[in-house]
């Protein structure tokens, strides 16, 4: 979903398969989400703050390994760095977000079919800020 937010947010066609397009990187994906989960784990074991910061921090991981082909570590490293610069801004955007998107969930979820879209458009326009784009994104 994220990558038809980040087609989406440089005007590229968006279409179903991407959904499934990105299957041949279970794998690294799911060793960053293991990775990226623990420490965050860690953070909130420590205390509730290196917790939230991690959240925030480690949010743009899965897309460099989907999109950058970077390793689980350094993509969390990576994200890290990036959104270290602009935390508060980050963490400004996805409060906001999450409100509208809870409360786009009160009237039985109907709401979501807008709020859901936004949501994805709008962090691929922060990745896209942050970290550019790669040509075979957007290539169909």
Same mark, same amino acid.
Request: proline share 5%.
């Given at each position: ?5 980040? +087609? +989406? =947010? ?69 994200? +890290? ?22 409360? =786009? ?36």
């Amino acid at each position: 979903l994220f990558m038809m937010g980040l +087609r +989406r =947010s440089v005007e590229a066609p968006v279409h179903a398969g991407l959904v499934i397009g990105f299957y041949h990187k279970t794998l690294p994906l799911f060793l960053t989400t293991l990775l990226m989960y623990l420490m965050i784990v860690i953070g909130f074991i420590c205390l509730i703050l290196p917790g939230i910061y991690l959240s925030i921090a480690y949010s743009m991981a899965m897309p460099l390994v989907a999109e950058k082909n970077l390793g689980p570590w350094e993509a969390l490293e990576t994200s +890290r760095k990036a959104i270290s610069k602009r935390w508060f801004t980050v963490f400004g955007l996805w409060l906001v977000l999450g409100i509208a998107v809870f409360i =786009s969930m009160i009237p039985l979820g109907i709401g979501l079919i807008w709020t859901m879209p936004m949501m994805m458009i709008a962090y691929g326009i922060v990745y896209r800020n942050m970290f550019g784009c790669e040509a075979e994104t957007l290539a169909d």
